[in-house]
C-alpha cells in the first residue's frame, strides 16, 4: 500500500474520537495546529544548511542554556499555530519563564505543554531532533494561571512528539494506545504508518550519557555494569546508543526496544530533563506502549509538577530494563 493511501491524521482522529477521551472537534482541530506548525519547522529543518537559521541566536532561555536560531524560530511556530486557533487557553513552553496566554481565548478548553525544538545541541550537525508536546483539559474558564499547568502526568488528556529525521513523523496517545504518522511529502500529510505501537518488554540498547559515568549514583553505574557485561547467555553485552536528542533516543528505543536514562549526577541531582513538557509526556506514550517511566522512585505519570520548569531524573523504555535499572538503586 501506498503511504499516501493510509489514513490521515485528521482521518484517524474523527473516526476514532468516539473510543478516545476527549476526542472532540475542538481536540482535532487542536491536533491539527500541532501537526501543521510541526510541518512549517520540518521545512525549516529540512534546508537549515540554506539559510540563515543556524547557530546561536545571542541569548540564553530560562534554564540558562544557549537559544539557538531554529528555536527561536520553532516556539514562535508553534505558539503562532495555537494563538490562531480558538482551542488553546495558554501555552507553557521550555523556552519561555513563565506560561504564554492568549488574549480573548479564556474560555477554550485546553492547556498545552511544550519543549519546541528538543535536541538543540544538535541542529548544527544535522542530527534528528524533535518537537514534544502535551495536552490538559482545563478545570475552569476565565483567565488562565500558572497554577493550573501543576498537575500530575496522569491528568494529561494527550501527549507526543514529532521527529525530524530522515522522515518526519508525529507520534501521539490520548489514553488508547500509540499510534505514529509519517508526513508524506508529495501531498504534505501525515498519514498513518505505525498503528499501535508496542513497546517490546525487554531490548538489547541502554541510552545515557557516560561522559557522566563518574557523576551518577553508585546504582546507575552498577547498571551500566551490567549492561555492558559479557553474558552470551542472557544476550549480554548491550548495545550503548546516545544520540542526545530526547526524542530521538525515545523513539528508537519505543520501536527497537531498549531503556534511556537521564540520572541525576553530582552536577545535575535533580536531573536534567524537565518534568512538565518532557518527562511527562513521554511517560504517557511509554506507559500506553507497554513500557515504564520513573525517576528512580516514583512513576513518573504520579508526580505533581510544583515549577514550570521543574527537573527530574529519567528512567523509561522497556519494561524489563527499567526494573533492572531501578533495583539497582
Not at 516556539?75 to 480558538?86: H, K, P, T, V
Not at 514534544?132 to 497554577?147: A, C, L, P, W
Not at 551500566?224 to 557485561?229: G, H, T
Not at 509526556?281 to 521543574?310: N, T
Request: glycine share 10%; charged share 25%; hydrophobic share 35%.
Amino acid at each position: 500500500m501506498l503511504l499516501r493511501q493510509a489514513k490521515t491524521l485528521t482521518e484517524f482522529i474523527i473516526e476514532e474520537q468516539s473510543s478516545f477521551p476527549g476526542a472532540t472537534g475542538e481536540f482535532s482541530q487542536l491536533m491539527n495546529d500541532l501537526a501543521l506548525a510541526g510541518k512549517i519547522v520540518n521545512r525549516e529543518v529540512n534546508k537549515a544548511g540554506l539559510v540563515d537559521i543556524l547557530g546561536e541566536a545571542g541569548t540564553e532561555n530560562v534554564q540558562g542554556e544557549e537559544v539557538k536560531k531554529l528555536d527561536v524560530f520553532a516556539n514562535e511556530q508553534f505558539m503562532a499555530a495555537l494563538r490562531s486557533g480558538q482551542e488553546c487557553a495558554a501555552v507553557a513552553s521550555e523556552e519561555d519563564e513563565d506560561i504564554v496566554a492568549f488574549d480573548g481565548r479564556e474560555n477554550a478548553k485546553y492547556l498545552v505543554a511544550m519543549d519546541p525544538l528538543d535536541g538543540s545541541s544538535n541542529i548544527d550537525v544535522n542530527v534528528s531532533i524533535g518537537t514534544i508536546f502535551s495536552i490538559y483539559r482545563r478545570e475552569r474558564t476565565g483567565k488562565v494561571t500558572r497554577d493550573e499547568f501543576f498537575k500530575t502526568g496522569k491528568e494529561q488528556i494527550a501527549a507526543g512528539y514529532i521527529i525530524y529525521g530522515s522522515s518526519t513523523m508525529l507520534v501521539y496517545t490520548t489514553g488508547n494506545g500509540v499510534n505514529g504518522f509519517t508526513l508524506d511529502p508529495s501531498i504534505g500529510t501525515f498519514c498513518l504508518s505505525h498503528p499501535n505501537i508496542q513497546s517490546p518488554k525487554g531490548g538489547k540498547i541502554y541510552s545515557i550519557n557516560e561522559g557522566n559515568f563518574n557523576r551518577m549514583s553508585a546504582g546507575d553505574q552498577n547498571f551500566v555494569k551490567w549492561c555492558q557485561e559479557v553474558k552470551p547467555e542472557e544476550g549480554r553485552p548491550f548495545s550503548a546508543r546516545y544520540i542526545g536528542s530526547l526524542v530521538a533516543d525515545f523513539h528508537r528505543n519505543l520501536i527497537k526496544g531498549g531503556i534511556y536514562i537521564y540520572p541525576s549526577t553530582t552536577s545535575a541531582p535533580n536531573g536534567k530533563l524537565r518534568l512538565l513538557y518532557e518527562c511527562a509526556p513521554m511517560a504517557f506514550l511509554i506507559e500506553q506502549a507497554g513500557g515504564k517511566a520513573s525517576d528512580g522512585k516514583q512513576d513518573i505519570m504520579s508526580i505533581q509538577v510544583e515549577e514550570l520548569h521543574q527537573r527530574v531524573p529519567l528512567y523509561t523504555g522497556s519494561s524489563e530494563l527499567v526494573d533492572k535499572a531501578l533495583s539497582t538503586q
